[in-house]
């Protein structure tokens, strides 16, 4: 709720929407999440820092497991979105591939939380967490063949589904690197991983 000031100079109450209500809550939770990791998170921290009561946390989420869960599935959705409008004028295979990549390196780059987020509790040994972060790994796998097959028909379906966890795994990997590094960009890291996997796909479609 927000205080505003009405025509008669008095001051009323105005209801935020629940979705986004529901957005600022994800959002402070994530970085809360990026910050301590799932274990050391406190709901009270988290209320506090929206400007909420904890029960209305509750009630949005159910528990802090589910207020996790909701911030892995809503980068998800995100990450599947910004694959599939990066390819969706895509010039052949390769540069399917390539804006594919590029999404997921732009996506890292401009939502950093939510990266450090799934960075984090993909090292934890809570099952349900990692089952969590890993159906966004087979989310992204399956885009991944789905858009070289349509591409790359001379290639058969093991191919196409190795080849997939191949550039996710890739992607992975190079985004750690990149970041340590600190000086790679979104642009270089898509090329160096273009450049060790494409060559390999083409051999694979043209047997």
């Given at each position: 709720?927000?205080?505003?000031?009405?025509?008669?100079?008095?001051?009323?109450r105005?209801?935020?929407?629940?979705e986004?209500?529901k957005?600022?809550?994800?959002?402070?939770?994530?970085?809360v999440?990026?910050?301590?990791g799932?274990?050391?998170?406190?709901?009270?921290d988290i209320?506090?820092?929206?400007?909420?009561s904890?029960p209305?946390?509750y009630?949005?989420?159910?528990?802090?497991?589910g207020?996790?869960?909701?911030?892995?599935?809503?980068?998800?959705?995100e990450?599947?979105?910004?694959?599939?409008?990066?390819?969706?004028?895509?010039?052949g295979?390769?540069d399917?591939?390539?804006?594919a990549?590029?999404?997921?390196?732009?996506?890292?780059?401009?939502?950093?939380?939510?990266?450090?987020?799934?960075?984090?509790?993909?090292?934890v040994?809570?099952p349900?967490?990692v089952?969590?972060?890993?159906?966004i790994?087979r989310?992204?796998?399956?885009l991944?063949?789905?858009?070289?097959?349509g591409?790359l028909?001379?290639?058969?379906?093991?191919?196409?589904?190795?080849?997939?966890?191949?550039?996710?795994?890739?992607?992975?990997?190079?985004?750690?690197?990149?970041?340590?590094?600190?000086?790679?960009?979104?642009?270089?890291?898509?090329?160096?991983v273009m450049?060790?996997?494409?060559?390999?796909?083409?051999?694979?479609?043209?047997?």
């Amino acid at each position: 709720m927000t205080t505003s000031v009405g025509p008669t100079g008095t001051s009323r109450r105005q209801r935020v929407p629940r979705e986004v209500r529901k957005a600022q809550m994800l959002d402070v939770a994530e970085q809360v999440f990026a910050e301590r990791g799932f274990a050391a998170a406190s709901m009270d921290d988290i209320a506090e820092r929206v400007g909420l009561s904890k029960p209305m946390l509750y009630e949005y989420f159910g528990s802090k497991e589910g207020l996790l869960v909701g911030c892995i599935n809503r980068a998800r959705t995100e990450l599947r979105q910004v694959t599939e409008h990066a390819v969706a004028e895509a010039d052949g295979a390769e540069d399917a591939l390539r804006r594919a990549v590029r999404a997921f390196f732009d996506y890292i780059e401009h939502r950093r939380v939510s990266w450090c987020m799934l960075r984090h509790e993909s090292a934890v040994t809570v099952p349900w967490a990692v089952d969590e972060i890993e159906g966004i790994r087979r989310q992204q796998t399956e885009l991944f063949a789905m858009l070289t097959a349509g591409y790359l028909p001379g290639a058969g379906p093991m191919d196409l589904e190795a080849a997939a966890e191949v550039v996710v795994g890739a992607c992975e990997r190079v985004a750690l690197w990149a970041e340590r590094r600190g000086d790679v960009s979104a642009a270089t890291a898509t090329e160096y991983v273009m450049r060790f996997v494409w060559s390999g796909l083409v051999s694979v479609a043209a047997r």
